[in-house]
């Protein structure tokens, strides 16, 4: 160990977020997503000291965003510092987002969003978009889908429709593959996608990775909802958009996939804040999924 205190605070606390595995995680957000919770709660539900637990919440609020903190008395010796579940209701911080977060909120389909107009926001460093015009998106490059997953160090945030792109693969790459090794890294996954007949066997398929590597590690919840994206380390969203042909003369033909890759910290925080506001208020998919299975 080195002479130095304040090396030795540095180590600690490295050593520190180190230990800040999933199931942690997942039982302090848990833990604070049914009511607002102290520090010193928190460090007696992990059973870590009042240093450790404040460490987890800075690196939680940090990284995943689903936990904010307030300090009430500050500068007291009496002050008081509580955790909450982040808080969705002042979400947009412009007119255009307002109005944005108002159609996503109301719609349920993929054809009721359209991510050009978040397009139009961005600044061009911070953006790109890329056509493909294919049958199916199974056929789209999924090289780009691929890198765009395994890059993601801490976080997966999904709004799906049905899950089908886990079952995506060619020659070289299988979906479902990249997610599991994603999850063996200890990469947690939160997803919000239909939990009904037509897709049950994607949600059973994605939520037997928890099973078979023994982690409660991918949460998925039911809503109906357009977007069709995938965040990841809340840094950096992919946002896929369908265009399908209308068979009216001097329109679309052919069916085009266009795939947009976001890196403007604004738009990525303001779109992981409606994530948190759909999931806050959805159905666990376990739930779903034991009713489902009373159908005969």
Request: proline share 2%.
């Amino acid at each position: 160990m080195h002479d130095c205190p304040k090396v030795n605070r540095f180590i600690n606390y490295q050593k520190g977020i180190k230990m800040l595995n999933p199931e942690i995680i997942k039982k302090i957000e848990d833990f604070v997503y049914s009511k607002p919770r102290s520090i010193q709660e928190i460090a007696v539900h992990i059973n870590k000291n009042w240093r450790t637990a404040d460490r987890y919440i800075q690196e939680i609020e940090k990284n995943f965003g689903t936990i904010t903190t307030r300090v009430f008395r500050e500068g007291t010796r009496g002050a008081l510092k509580i955790v909450y579940w982040s808080s969705v209701e002042k979400i947009s911080s412009s007119v255009f987002q307002q109005q944005l977060e108002e159609q996503i909120m109301r719609g349920k389909t993929k054809y009721e969003f359209s991510a050009f107009d978040m397009f139009q926001h961005i600044a061009d460093k911070n953006k790109k978009a890329k056509l493909e015009e294919v049958t199916s998106e199974e056929s789209t490059n999924l090289e780009e889908l691929s890198e765009f997953l395994l890059n993601t160090k801490k976080q997966l945030i999904v709004f799906s429709g049905n899950l089908s792109f886990i079952n995506f693969k060619d020659k070289k790459i299988e979906i479902l593959k990249i997610i599991e090794q994603l999850i063996k890294k200890g990469v947690t996954m939160k997803v919000i996608c239909r939990v009904d007949v037509a897709g049950i066997e994607n949600v059973k398929k994605l939520l037997s990775l928890n099973f078979k590597y023994g982690k409660e590690i991918i949460e998925i919840r039911h809503r109906e909802q357009p977007l069709r994206a995938i965040i990841s380390d809340n840094k950096i969203m992919r946002i896929k958009e369908i265009k399908e042909p209308t068979g009216r003369e001097h329109e679309l033909r052919k069916k085009i996939f266009i795939f947009y890759t976001f890196k403007d910290k604004d738009w990525v925080e303001w779109l992981s804040r409606i994530f948190w506001k759909m999931y806050s208020s959805s159905i666990d998919a376990k739930k779903r999924l034991e009713e489902m299975n009373k159908l005969k």
